[in-house]
């Protein structure tokens, strides 16, 4: 069980914002993508038991430990993961049939994403139901500024890194978003200079 002390810190302030969108009077189905150590995921799944999650990681290190998480808190509505590359086209993502999702969530990944943005996003549009929510957690730059300074850290070490790396813009997001029938419906101030957006695949 690979342990994320940044995941410790954030997972019961992005449960309080998706708990707004659950309704425990019936059954829904959420995927996450990207979801590293498993942390978030459970705990997610303790939370809401009315939703069945779909965990997903490429890396075999973190599937292992997704699956220690599982078998370790008995949550029994969490689904073993499934090994997803979102660079990859959106019908390549492990046979998840169309319109599948309530919700989608996207936790400290999209700056850390290059070529695959794009794809991203479609396969967000053609996976979530209408009126399904993506909810995607992390440092965003606003009109071209990115605050405090530590994020201008982050933004330099993730481009040394990988120049296609780096924080990304909530303008670009939501014209991503806007050209896979997505509206950007909130943007949320969470702890830790972080935000929390709030996608709404529009209705049919």
């Known amino acids: 069980m690979l342990v994320s002390p940044m995941a410790e810190r954030n ?35 303790q939370a809401l038991p009315t939703v069945i999650w779909q965990p997903s990681e490429i890396s075999p290190a973190s599937q292992q430990s997704i699956s220690a998480y599982i078998q370790a808190t008995k949550v029994t509505n969490v689904r073993e993961p499934l090994a997803i590359d979102v660079t990859q086209p959106w019908d390549q993502w492990a046979g998840l049939s169309q319109g599948c999702c309530d919700f989608i969530i996207i936790i400290n990944l999209l700056h850390m994403t290059d070529q ?16 399904g929510i993506c909810l995607a957690y992390g440092p965003f730059a606003v009109n071209g500024i990115i605050l405090p300074e530590c994020n201008v850290q982050l933004d330099n070490m993730l481009q040394a890194r990988n120049p296609e ?36 695949r529009r209705e049919l």
Not at 19 to 40: I, K
Not at 116 to 131: A, D, Y
Not at 179 to 197: F, H, Q, V, W
Request: net charge negative.
């Open 11 to 45: 997972k019961e302030t992005i449960l309080e914002v998706l708990a707004d969108y659950v309704d425990d009077t019936r059954s829904a189905f959420g995927l996450e993508l990207g979801s590293g150590t498993g942390q978030h995921v459970v705990h997610f799944a």
């Open 165 to 200: 790396w780096g924080l990304r813009d909530v303008e670009e997001l939501r014209q991503l978003a806007n050209t896979n029938a997505l509206r950007l419906e909130r943007m949320l101030e969470m702890p830790e200079y972080t935000k929390c957006l709030i996608f709404r």
């Open 116 to 131: 695959g943005l794009e794809g991203m996003f479609k396969g967000i549009g053609q996976l979530l139901k209408p009126g």
